[in-house]
């Protein structure tokens, strides 16, 4: 079925919170699949014309020794059907800032594209209320013969704004993307960092109602990264809506107040971006790291949990299995305990507490404890790595993850929302 907009402009001072201002339901989109059968090579134009003119001098009795001789009775490429999405169905809130994560694959860009108006579904329906800005690739909508300054102006009358409102916003949207020297350039030659930074500027400043944001803004800089991520934060808390797809979860987490999981064209789960980060992070992790030694390289072979029944009042306990393929001295093992979205908490390894890894070739194991009441009922994402004298031979993150449950004793027991991450023993004085 069609995409179905709704163009009437959103007063945003006006509308309640609670307007939903995209609706999606029983959506899906399919590809067709062309796949060329065993030993067939790709074929030009010139190939086709040559094997038509064959075909005519040979006659039929040519399909009749080739099929006699075990050949293809039809030949050619086959076909299928590919599902990108399928039966996705949700509502977004006007103001609301929505989180869209999941692999590679997953479908998030195809969803972005159709609620883009740049492809059509081939199933279910669409609703959008208010004009929408869509940044989902490097230059989206920048024509590369012109130049920056063309650019905005173009860009922004595509978004439906008058002239007078482009202008109103020029110098405030020159000064974001820091492009000033090249404003009268051609963007051509633009590198994809000041690509992304005009681009973003004109999306995020010409006040559309909808914000569309790809992982694109993964080309910019550190620096204009967090200041994009606080254009957003304001361009949110004004009342307009914002779609997020990225695989930086922190980004994620500290930007959307709900977030969607894709798997395979499917919705697999919708709540609170802290929950969705951690059922996600959980699935990409697996319960635990196995893999044969092989190389000449000092290698983390495996890292297990030694109890399913993990609580915040017992000791956690990771088994760590490594390989040396020769005698090497001062190789030094760590395990490091991170958040769902990659920060680390705190590392160890046996040289912290007095003991020599080994240095003898063949494979080793080791046992890392932490101690009861240091976690809370947190999920947390083990890394494991093995390197000498600062040089990495082999760093696994996710190597596993785990979620301890709160314990019925210990000294914060009562406490389920406690914030932070771990326990800390610290020590008060009382000086009264």
């Given at each position: 079925m069609a995409l179905v907009p709704v163009n009437e402009k959103l007063s945003v001072t006006k509308a309640t919170v609670s307007e939903i201002v995209i609706s999606v339901k029983g959506l899906g989109k399919k590809y067709r699949i062309r796949h060329q059968q065993q030993g067939m090579r790709y074929k030009a134009l010139r190939d086709v014309l040559t094997d038509k003119a064959r075909s005519v001098v040979r006659g039929p009795w040519s399909a009749v020794r080739s099929l006699w001789s075990g050949g293809p009775v039809v030949r050619g490429p086959s076909t299928e059907d590919f599902w990108a999405l399928k039966d996705v169905s949700f509502e977004v809130h006007q103001g609301e800032t929505?989180?869209?994560?999941?692999?590679?694959?997953?479908?998030?860009?195809?969803?972005?594209?159709?609620?883009?108006r740049i492809t059509e579904p081939t199933e279910g329906r669409v609703r959008i209320k208010g004009r929408v800005a869509s940044l989902l690739e490097v230059g989206t909508g920048f024509h590369p013969e012109l130049t920056g300054r063309e650019n905005v102006f173009l860009n922004g009358a595509i978004l439906g704004m008058q002239r007078t409102e482009i202008r109103q916003k020029f110098d405030e949207i020159v000064a974001f993307a820091e492009v000033e020297k090249f404003l009268d350039?051609?963007?051509?030659?633009?590198?994809?960092?000041?690509?992304?930074?005009?681009a973003f500027a004109v999306a995020a400043h010409l006040e559309p109602e909808i914000l569309v944001v790809d992982e694109v803004l993964a080309v910019g800089d550190a620096e204009?990264?967090?200041?994009?991520?606080?254009?957003?934060?304001?361009?949110?808390?004004?009342?307009?809506?914002?779609?997020?797809?990225?695989?930086?979860m922190l980004a994620v987490q500290k930007l959307c107040s709900r977030v969607i999981l894709l798997d395979s064209g499917h919705i697999q789960a919708s709540g609170s971006a802290s929950e969705i980060v951690a059922e996600y992070i959980a699935i990409k992790a697996g319960v635990a790291y196995s893999r044969p030694p092989k190389g000449n390289a000092p290698q983390i072979t495996a890292a297990s949990l030694l109890?399913?029944?993990?609580?915040?009042?017992?000791?956690?306990?990771?088994?760590i299995e490594w390989f040396l393929p020769e005698n090497m001295r001062n190789v030094k093992v760590g395990v490091g305990l991170n958040t769902p979205d990659g920060q680390r908490i705190f590392d160890c390894g046996p040289e912290d507490i007095g003991l020599k890894t080994p240095d003898t070739k063949g494979s080793h194991k080791g046992l890392f404890r932490?101690?009861?009441?240091?976690?809370?009922?947190?999920?947390?994402?083990?890394?494991?790595?093995?390197?000498?004298?600062?040089?990495?031979?082999?760093?696994?993150?996710?190597?596993?993850?785990?979620?301890?449950?709160?314990?019925?004793?210990?000294?914060?027991?009562?406490?389920?929302?406690?914030?932070?991450?771990?326990?800390?023993?610290?020590e008060w004085l009382d000086l009264s």
């Open positions: 929505l989180g869209i994560i999941g692999r590679n694959g997953a479908g998030k860009s195809t969803l972005l594209k159709i609620l883009s350039t051609p963007v051509k030659r633009y590198s994809s960092g000041m690509y992304v930074r005009l204009f990264q967090k200041k994009s991520l606080g254009k957003m934060q304001e361009v949110s808390r004004g009342g307009r809506t914002v779609l997020f797809v990225s695989h930086n109890t399913d029944a993990l609580r915040t009042d017992a000791p956690v306990e990771i088994m932490v101690p009861p009441n240091t976690l809370l009922a947190r999920h947390y994402v083990v890394s494991v790595g093995i390197w000498k004298d600062g040089v990495s031979f082999d760093h696994v993150i996710p190597a596993l993850t785990f979620a301890p449950q709160a314990g019925p004793s210990g000294p914060y027991a009562h406490e389920a929302t406690r914030d932070g991450l771990v326990h800390a023993k610290c």
